[in-house]
């Protein structure tokens, strides 16, 4: 169903490029038998689209024997008459909070096998919740962009989502506006848009790093008000043969990384854990403290979670460069800002160029009067191709969890809880 495709999901799955009409759903035919399953008879069914989404955690491999399988009425679905009563007799709803621009075609292709319903409000979705409005969605479609509709999916919305809720399909690829163990003590997986921002945020992140070290801001406007280059205009600081630090080598920071690369920069990383010499191409993995004192410039694209709120704050400042430039793609609370604006100030910090901040949509003031700053209003992914791809994402996660009871691209803390590991990359 992709029309462009993604440079390499992290867990690719060549079935999700079909289109929803044309795949070929093979029901339940599957081998095995799951537990909690293994006193139920079997039988293989004809090949049929017809909704599997459960409202149990195991992946279901066979067909139940007797249950209804009428898929223009589909009374019952999966497992769903033994895991949960409740809901078994009424046809599964995705729900979709917030819009969808790119990609209207393929949402409407599910509605051959799910009710598809629109959240709004947070004070109206927890009053459709209660009264039972949304007793039968099984999925659920969210953004980043929809959670001044909602609020953030924290531990006080969480617990309220309807029971038979089993996927939360995110667009975006943070996701720190959803509290992923309040969701997975709930039972609910989570699946966000990795891989598809990378390429559009790496740019942006490269377009601030040379915005900052040309200190671009004052000739870039002063030339629009009939100032040619502005008062005093400064020299600027090659990225040739600079040491570029990056604090998150994940899929962005890796391919910030690669743009570095040729711009002929030196390449160094701190990571939660060290990368294959693969993933690495070259770069030299740091410790945390190194990487604050030996980079020139500092790219801060690491995801946000309760180890990284203000991994950059007075004291990291003080270990740096003196002239150290920062660029910020990923989320502005990973920044202490208001000493970020004082290191700015005192001249610590050479320029920024941050496209993320503290409180969006707010800048700090001392950011805003400062000229040494490039600001954008987080961009990061406003490209045409991208906001597709990520919405396809969504789309591909949707339909792998309605027909396999599966997610794509799951959260990387849900993974490793399934696989009963901690590490992470
Ligand atoms: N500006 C934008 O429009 C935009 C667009 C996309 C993503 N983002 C942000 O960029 C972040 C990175 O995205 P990604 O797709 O590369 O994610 P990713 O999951 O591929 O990479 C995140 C990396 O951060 C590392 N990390 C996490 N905690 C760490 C810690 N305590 N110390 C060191 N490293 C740590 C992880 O190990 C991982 O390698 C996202 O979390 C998102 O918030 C912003």
Redesign the pocket.
């Known amino acids: 169903m992709r029309g462009a495709s993604l440079s390499t999901p992290s867990k690719p799955d060549k079935n999700m490029h079909r289109s929803i009409s044309n795949r070929p759903v093979t029901g339940f035919d599957h081998t095995n038998v799951t537990k909690g399953h293994e006193n139920v008879e079997f039988r293989n069914l004809p090949a049929k689209k017809l909704p599997i989404a459960c409202s149990c955690t195991e992946s279901h491999e066979k067909p139940i024997s007797g249950v209804e399988r009428d898929p223009a009425k589909v009374s019952s679905w999966g497992c769903v008459p033994l895991c949960s009563p409740v809901i078994s007799m009424q046809k599964p709803a995705i729900l979709l909070i917030g819009g969808i621009d790119h990609v209207q075609k393929e949402w409407k292709e599910f509605e051959k096998f799910a009710e598809l319903k629109v959240g709004t409000s947070r004070a109206d979705f927890l009053g459709a919740i209660e009264k039972g409005d949304y007793s039968n969605v099984v999925a659920l479609y969210r953004s980043n962009a929809s959670t001044p509709l909602t609020g953030p999916f924290d531990v006080e919305l969480v617990p309220k989502l309807p029971q038979s809720l089993k996927f939360i399909c995110h667009n975006?690829?943070?996701?720190?506006n959803i509290d992923v163990e309040a969701c997975s003590s709930r039972g609910i997986q989570v699946s966000h848009t990795?891989?598809a921002?990378?390429s559009?945020?790496a740019d942006?992140a490269i377009f601030l790093m040379l915005g900052a070290l040309r200190r671009i801001h004052i000739p870039y406007t002063a030339i629009r008000d009939f100032k040619w280059r502005g008062p005093s205009p400064q020299l600027g600081h090659d990225p040739q043969n600079k040491i570029l630090g990056i604090?998150?080598?994940?899929?962005?920071?890796?391919d910030v990384a690669a743009r570095g690369r040729a711009f002929g920069m030196k390449i160094q990383y701190?990571?939660?854990?060290t990368l294959s010499p693969e993933l690495e191409q070259g770069a030299k993995y740091v410790d945390?403290k190194e990487l604050m004192k030996t980079s020139d410039v500092l790219s801060l694209?690491?995801?946000?979670?309760k180890?990284?709120v203000g991994?950059i704050g007075r004291k990291e400042f003080g270990l740096m460069k003196d002239g150290v430039i920062i660029i910020n793609?990923?989320?502005g609370k990973l920044i202490d800002e208001s000493a970020l604006v004082d290191a700015l100030e005192s001249g610590k910090v050479f320029s920024a160029g941050l496209?993320?901040y503290e409180e969006e949509p707010t800048v700090h003031p001392g950011l805003l009067k400062n000229s040494n700053v490039v600001l954008l209003p987080?961009?990061?992914?406003?490209t045409v191709e991208t906001q597709r791809n990520m919405e396809l994402l969504v789309l591909e996660n949707l339909e792998k969890a309605l027909t396999l009871g599966e997610l794509i691209t799951q959260v990387?803390e849900q993974v490793n809880l399934a696989q009963g590991s901690t590490s992470?990359?």
């Open positions: 975006g690829a943070g996701y720190d990795p891989v921002v990378n559009a945020t942006i604090l998150g080598m994940g899929g962005i920071g890796r701190y990571n939660r854990t945390f694209n690491c995801s946000l979670t180890a990284t991994i793609t990923a989320r496209d993320v987080h961009v990061g992914t406003s990387p992470k990359l």
